[in-house]
């Protein structure tokens, strides 16, 4: 018999073994890998462009893996630049089950925001986030509303997601890609106030301050303390406006300050007190400025958004323009909200 033809006999043998044996017939054009990939890309739309933001906004990533039981079973974080890339996708080395997936975006080095009980033995339910200047907790065993805490940083966008999977076997191998979608929580409010008449506004006459029972966030996202924070700016500026004055433009003075506050949540307002945007003399401490954020937020939303539910708005929504227009005495007149390219104009007399 030919040497030859016996060698390659002997290899479509040997071939037609490796079909057998190999992952179930099935043979990855590569190589041999019965291994399934599970892999979770994250989607940073909820925004009122409804543009996914993600790579362009999304600085860090810390994702949590709870099993069937509410155990702790895997986590992993990202960050830095492969963030910014649009194929981005985080691998999730779990077995085939049941999980819930929880994900805390922006924390970065925990400046702004932590997770004080993050721990190894943790629950879906201890995984809640905190501003880093609320330190108390309250257990509603004192009928006093503890006193605010004050956070006065531009903090860094924070950003939560949720999801139940599951993730399915194959002895084939292969790769299973979900998706997460992420809300962001922090919203920045730049303030801008103008004299009626013109006259020139000195920033540093004037205390600014955003009160709000939002420093703890629950591993959903929900409110869960009511624990008030006392928001001051972390910029004050003067700037220039021009003001047509007949048939010229005149330039004045305006005085800006920016906040930025935690999650904005839509609230039972007979059972919480509404977060309120204040804004007094520094000289005599009096009072110039008094409004509740949500509703003057929400003034915004017009028939554009009106089958939008405020919840959502809110959650779009992040970042409010509102100039304030002062009569010479120091006394608020009207008022000037814009967010993108919305505007709508208040008088102070109209809410009284």
């Not at 979900?178 to 801008?192: A, I, W």
């Amino acid at each position: 018999m030919n040497i030859l033809f016996c060698i390659k006999q002997f290899c479509i043998a040997l071939t037609a073994i490796f079909l057998i044996t190999s992952c179930n017939n099935f043979v990855y054009e590569d190589e041999e890998d019965c291994t399934v990939y599970y892999r979770l890309k994250f989607r940073y739309d909820m925004n009122l462009k409804f543009a996914d933001a993600f790579a362009h906004e999304v600085k860090s990533v810390k994702l949590y893996a709870f099993d069937a039981a509410g155990k702790l079973v895997w986590q992993g974080s990202e960050q830095s630049e492969v963030l910014a890339s649009k194929d981005y996708v985080m691998i999730i080395p779990l077995t085939p089950g049941n999980y819930r997936l929880v994900a805390w975006c922006g924390l970065g080095d925990e400046k702004s925001f932590c997770l004080p009980d993050a721990t190894s033995s943790c629950t879906a339910e201890n995984l809640h986030c905190r501003l880093t200047c609320v330190s108390g907790t309250s257990d509603g065993s004192s009928n006093e509303a503890p006193p605010p805490v004050r956070s006065d940083k531009d903090l860094e966008p924070l950003f939560h997601g949720m999801m139940d999977v599951e993730l399915p076997a194959n002895d084939n191998g292969g790769e299973y890609t979900y998706e997460m979608p992420l809300t962001k929580n922090t919203n920045v409010f730049r303030v801008v106030l103008q004299h009626l008449s013109g006259e020139d506004i000195n920033v540093n006459d004037f205390e600014f301050s955003i009160e709000d029972a939002n420093g703890w966030l629950a591993y959903d996202n929900s409110m869960l303390r009511d624990l008030p924070v006392d928001y001051r700016p972390w910029a004050l500026y003067s700037g220039e406006a021009g003001v047509e004055k007949g048939r010229a433009v005149t330039t004045v003075k305006v005085a800006v300050a920016e906040l930025t506050v935690n999650r904005l949540f839509i609230r039972d307002w007979s059972k919480y007190k509404k977060p309120m945007l204040t804004i007094r003399t520094v000289n005599d401490g009096k009072l110039v400025v008094s409004i509740p954020i949500i509703d003057y937020a929400l003034m915004v939303k017009g028939e554009h958004y009106k089958q939008m539910d405020d919840q959502e708005y809110l959650d779009r929504a992040d970042e409010y323009n509102m100039t304030f227009f002062l009569d010479p005495n120091k006394n608020w007149i009207s008022t000037v909200i814009q967010i993108l390219s919305w505007r709508v104009v208040v008088n102070n007399s109209d809410l009284n």
